[in-house]
T-cell receptor, first 113, second 109 residues
Framework: DAGVIQSPRHEVTEMGQEVTLRCKPISGHNSLFWYRQTMMRGLELLIYFNNNVPIDDSGMPEDRFSAKMPNASFSTLKIQPSEPRDSAVYFC???????????FGPGTRLTVT | AQRVTQPEKLLSVFKGAPVELKCNYSYSGSPELFWYVQYSRQRLQLLLRHISRESIKGFTADLNKGETSFHLKKPFAQEEDSAMYYCALRVGGTYKYIFGTGTRLKVLA
């Protein structure tokens, strides 16, 4: 099992551009999480889905951020337009019902210049 | 408010010395707490959970409800323990986790 898969691993873009991050959870896991990691704020939960439905998006910074989960094996996090302060590592994680352990992907390092 | 506080961004200790990574929480219900670890070039992974009362890689953590703390301890640090450590709180009845800001542990030879 490859675990949680994220793409791209690195993304460098210019301010104002649209950025799309992708995640494939572990098969059979029905909860999916998007986190942002920065030096100053640590690991922040942006949004999580249960059975493809967004449950809590209170951590999404602003309307520039949006996330979708069209099916059980795929999710996207989109930033439009991107800003330099969005530079961070974005993690996707998944878990299955009844388990308290989250499995993290390798992360996408986003740099907005 | 639900909050997890890790007061130290960086903790440096010598090999063989005891280690204590501090974690305090603010939560009105019965807390479910975890420690996650991220070794260099590896994924963030679960180290231990308070419910299990287990010792993993020599680390233990005791929930102290009076002090609202869940400090991570190891009696003798090893160089391979160098990593980023996150304390996390699971919000009851949900899959929502609140993470602290993390503590980077450096074990010096």
């Amino acid at each position: 099992d490859a675990g949680v898969i994220q793409s791209p691993r690195h993304e460098v873009t210019e301010m104002g551009q649209e950025v799309t991050l992708r995640c494939k959870p572990i098969s059979g896991h029905n909860s999916l999480f998007w986190y942002r990691q920065t030096m100053m704020r640590g690991l922040e939960l942006l949004i999580y889905f249960n059975n493809n439905v967004p449950i809590d998006d209170s951590g999404m910074p602003e309307d520039r951020f949006s996330a979708k989960m069209p099916n059980a094996s795929f999710s996207t996090l989109k930033i439009q337009p991107s800003e330099p302060r969005d530079s961070a590592v974005y993690f996707c994680a998944s878990t299955r019902t009844g388990s308290s352990e989250q499995y993290f992907g390798p992360g996408t390092r986003l740099t907005v210049t | 408010a639900q909050r997890v506080t890790q007061p130290e961004k960086l903790l440096s200790v010598f090999k063989g010395a005891p280690v204590e990574l501090k974690c305090n929480y603010s939560y009105s219900g019965s807390p479910e707490l975890f420690w996650y670890v991220q070794y260099s070039r590896q994924r963030l992974q679960l180290l231990l959970r308070h419910i299990s009362r287990e010792s993993i890689k020599g680390f233990t953590a005791d929930l102290n409800k009076g002090e609202t703390s869940f400090h991570l301890k190891k009696p003798f640090a090893q160089e391979e323990d160098s990593a980023m450590y996150y304390c996390a709180l699971r919000v009851g009845g949900t899959y929502k986790y609140i993470f602290g800001t993390g503590t980077r542990l450096k074990v010096l030879a």
